[in-house]
């Protein structure tokens, strides 16, 4: 009774999942962010955004300032390992633009579909864990601009599913593993330095 219980859930989140992401994906479509989402989740397009980052670390946290940038890569490496390499492997689940009975839904805006599985999002997974990270460590010096980490990070996720490549679920996943990972490195920082 409790395992058809619990395949009456999934079946019921999955028709949710492909329902909403069909929302995202077709019916919220428009040139502007046609142009523009493809920009957003390239991990390229943010080079600069990184290297601000580390500058603004070396500046504000002086000789802390390295290991802030050694917990930021440790964050990223973290959620990366667990999201691709441990929940990918284990949920194996088709992205959109990959799964033979859903993909004729799907209006991909990318040259292919990405490889590989889509539970969890390892770009949801990468960028909540910085934005967790980068919240706690910095929360103190910059006050409420510390949150824009997670409007940043949001639009990435945003953006997953925009162009044809994620479920909301994957990058709701994604996002939960990055703040499991990105919040606690950022108060094991705050407390050795």
Same mark, same amino acid.
């Given at each position: 009774?409790?395992?058809?219980?619990?395949? &009456?859930?999934?079946?019921?989140?999955?028709?949710?999942?492909?329902?909403?992401?069909?929302?995202?994906?077709?019916?919220?479509?428009?040139?502007?962010?046609?142009?523009?989402?493809?920009?957003?989740?390239?991990?390229?397009?943010?080079?600069?955004?990184?290297?601000?980052?580390?500058?603004? %670390?070396?500046?504000?946290?002086?000789t802390?300032?390295?290991?802030?940038?050694?917990?930021?890569?440790?964050?990223?490496?973290? &959620?990366?390992?667990?999201?691709s390499?441990?929940l990918?492997?284990?949920?194996?689940?088709?992205?959109?633009?990959?799964?033979?009975?859903?993909?004729?839904?799907v209006?991909?805006?990318?040259?292919?579909?990405s #490889?590989?599985?889509?539970? &969890?999002?390892?770009? %949801?997974?990468?960028?909540?864990?910085?934005?967790?990270?980068?919240?706690?460590?910095?929360?103190?010096?910059?006050?409420?601009? %510390?949150?824009?980490?997670?409007?940043?990070?949001?639009?990435?996720?945003? %953006?997953?599913v925009?162009?044809?490549v994620?479920?909301?679920?994957?990058?709701? #996943?994604?996002?939960?593993? #990055?703040?499991?990972? #990105?919040?606690?490195?950022?108060?094991?920082?705050?407390?050795?330095?």
């Amino acid at each position: 009774m409790l395992l058809i219980k619990l395949l &009456t859930i999934w079946d019921n989140l999955k028709i949710w999942d492909q329902w909403f992401f069909i929302q995202v994906n077709n019916n919220l479509s428009n040139d502007f962010f046609d142009s523009v989402m493809p920009l957003i989740r390239n991990s390229y397009f943010w080079i600069p955004l990184y290297i601000f980052l580390i500058l603004f %670390a070396t500046i504000n946290f002086k000789t802390r300032g390295w290991w802030w940038v050694v917990f930021f890569i440790c964050t990223v490496s973290i &959620t990366d390992l667990v999201s691709s390499r441990l929940l990918k492997e284990y949920f194996e689940r088709l992205r959109p633009c990959m799964d033979p009975d859903f993909s004729s839904n799907v209006r991909l805006l990318l040259n292919r579909c990405s #490889g590989g599985f889509s539970f &969890t999002s390892s770009h %949801a997974a990468n960028h909540f864990g910085i934005a967790g990270f980068f919240f706690i460590t910095t929360q103190f010096l910059i006050k409420k601009w %510390a949150m824009l980490g997670f409007f940043w990070a949001t639009a990435i996720c945003f %953006a997953q599913v925009y162009v044809g490549v994620h479920y909301p679920l994957d990058v709701l #996943g994604g996002a939960i593993v #990055g703040l499991l990972v #990105g919040i606690p490195m950022g108060l094991y920082f705050k407390k050795q330095f």
